[in-house]
């Protein structure tokens, strides 16, 4: 078997890495227009590539440094994990493994106290100490029967920026999100022209509407038209696919749905990876016109560093309770400790549930509850009480949610 080692990419190397990853992920090669498109966000620092005994590259591992909002409000420094692949003919040797041992290790030497991803597959990334910690909901709303409520969505104005105006305008307006939600991602300068300039500006007819209220420009929606038509159906309206919208406020956030249920000649409007707790049916006369089609793990987290992790957020009005967290790829989070509204701190007390750090990655953010943890076999209880009082103590009462695609 041929031998293979894990090192940092050096500078020079991105678009070979980019080049593989898309190999992996079955994509279209890598044009010089793709690469023009996407250099600016694909830095060689930050990756770690895998190569074979003749110095061919065989495997990545990358990321880039942002911001999560985690419980309370605070922004946490996060390593966002943007590609994860291996060549078709060197998997299952232990490549990806020493990757992400790799990238574990340079995370945490850097102080870094989270990482994230996007997983391509959902049984991958748990062994290497991620929870699947946001959830997103698919919708499709009927636009025949989609009658908004009175006055609901008529603050401000809904228009159209061309893809130059949406590159210059919407990084700005991201920025102005309070970003409170649990499970937000900053989007650092890097982000912005390999993931949402690309698509804008590319051929994929992605259209870019804002909203402007009192205080300006306050939210932005990008979606693309399908056309769903057939012999069978030729009368049959296009099909709105919403890509992302953000709003600062709940009215330029009712405001931009109306819009999208205003257009003409559309059978109905669809979107992916929703928030799990957006209240779409409540703006309607008919809530049936809302019909929820899937239920899928979003944001997946990684603590790096637990202590500083649970100590950043904020707690429920319980009493506290001490966790032991087992960690195999990062053994100096394993320990106790006591989680409280007061802090968190390590304790030699005895503990009253036991976890991987994968499960309490995925309660980090408030989805779920430790006692369904419980019933699933993923937490071990030693005090009777002390799941119900981990349930209040995590709980959020906004849904988690990330929004951002990297």
Request: with cysteine.
């Amino acid at each position: 078997m041929s031998e293979f080692h894990v090192r940092a990419a050096a500078e020079g190397e991105q678009r070979a890495c980019l080049e593989l990853l898309v190999q992996a992920l079955h994509g279209k090669p890598v044009s010089d227009e793709v690469w023009a498109k996407m250099a600016a966000s694909w830095p060689a620092a930050g990756k770690f590539a895998a190569f074979d005994d003749q110095g061919t590259q065989v495997g990545i591992a990358s990321s880039f440094d942002t911001e999560l909002t985690v419980p309370g409000g605070r922004k946490l420094a996060t390593a966002a994990v943007d590609g994860v692949g291996v060549r078709a003919d060197w998997t299952r040797r232990g490549v990806l493994t020493s990757m992400m041992a790799a990238q574990l290790a340079d995370i945490a030497a850097r102080g870094v106290p989270l990482a994230a991803l996007h997983a391509s597959e959902g049984v991958i990334y748990g062994r290497f100490g991620y929870g699947a910690a946001t959830y997103g909901k698919g919708v499709v709303v009927e636009r025949p029967r989609a009658r908004l409520r009175d006055g609901v969505g008529r603050d401000g104005v809904v228009r159209f920026v061309t893809p130059a105006e949406a590159v210059e305008r919407v990084p700005a307006l991201y920025r102005r999100f309070s970003g409170d939600r649990p499970g937000f991602v900053a989007r650092p300068d890097l982000w912005w022209p390999g993931f949402f300039d690309r698509l804008v500006t590319g051929d994929d007819g992605y259209r870019v509407a804002v909203h402007s209220g009192l205080d300006g420009d306050d939210g932005f929606v990008v979606y693309q038209s399908v056309d769903v038509r057939d012999r069978q159906a030729p009368e049959r309206g296009a099909l709105l696919q919403i890509r992302e919208l953000h709003a600062a406020t709940p009215r330029a956030w009712a405001a931009l749905w109306r819009f999208l249920l205003s257009v003409d000649l559309v059978s109905s409007v669809e979107g992916r990876g929703r928030p799990m707790d957006e209240p779409i049916a409540e703006l309607l006369t008919d809530p049936r016109a809302v019909n929820t089609t899937e239920v899928i793990d979003d944001l997946w987290v990684r603590l790096i560093d637990v202590l500083a992790a649970l100590d950043a957020r904020t707690y429920g009005p319980a009493e506290p309770v001490v966790l032991e967290v087992l960690d195999r790829q990062l053994p100096a989070n394993n320990g106790r400790y006591a989680v409280g509204q007061s802090g968190v701190q390590r304790t030699t007390a005895e503990p009253d549930l036991r976890l991987g750090v994968d499960t309490l990655a995925s309660l980090y953010l408030g989805h779920g509850l430790f006692s369904d943890q419980v019933l699933a076999g993923r937490v071990e209880v030693l005090d009777e009480a002390a799941a119900a009082r981990a349930d209040t103590l995590f709980h959020t009462t906004r849904a988690p949610w990330c929004g951002t695609f990297f």
